[in-house]
């Protein structure tokens, strides 16, 4: 069976902080909408398990976030894919919406 999410429209920006949205769960794999308003981030961690994920950006500027004090802009239409057990994370420059996918899940 198919499955439609309408993110721009189910999700929404918090002044208190990050705002996550689970889009899909299953034992396959995660979806996961974040949205930050500019100035938010979800700091630097990994999980020690073997997989993948990636990270969307579906609006704004931001940075993507790893090891060593190293970033990478994040703007509208890049992704980042990367082993999960490597650091990341991401900082917001402007309002930002991100997808996450992470296989398997954690």
């Given at each position: 069976m198919m499955k439609?999410?309408?993110v721009?429209?189910?999700?929404?920006f918090s002044d208190k902080g990050m705002q996550r949205f689970l889009i899909h769960?299953?034992?396959?794999?995660?979806v996961?909408?974040?949205n930050f308003k500019s100035g938010q981030e979800?700091?630097?961690h990994s999980h020690d398990v073997e997989g993948q994920l990636s990270i969307v950006v579906l609006e704004g500027i931001g940075e993507f976030l790893g090891k060593d004090g190293l970033t990478l802009?994040?703007?509208t239409g890049d992704v980042l894919i990367s082993d999960i057990s490597e650091p990341h994370g991401i900082s917001a420059l402007s309002d930002m919406r991100v997808i996450v996918t992470i296989a398997p899940p954690v």
């Open positions: 439609r999410v309408e721009l429209k189910e999700s929404e769960d299953s034992p396959y794999f995660r996961l909408n974040f979800l700091g630097i802009p994040a703007n």
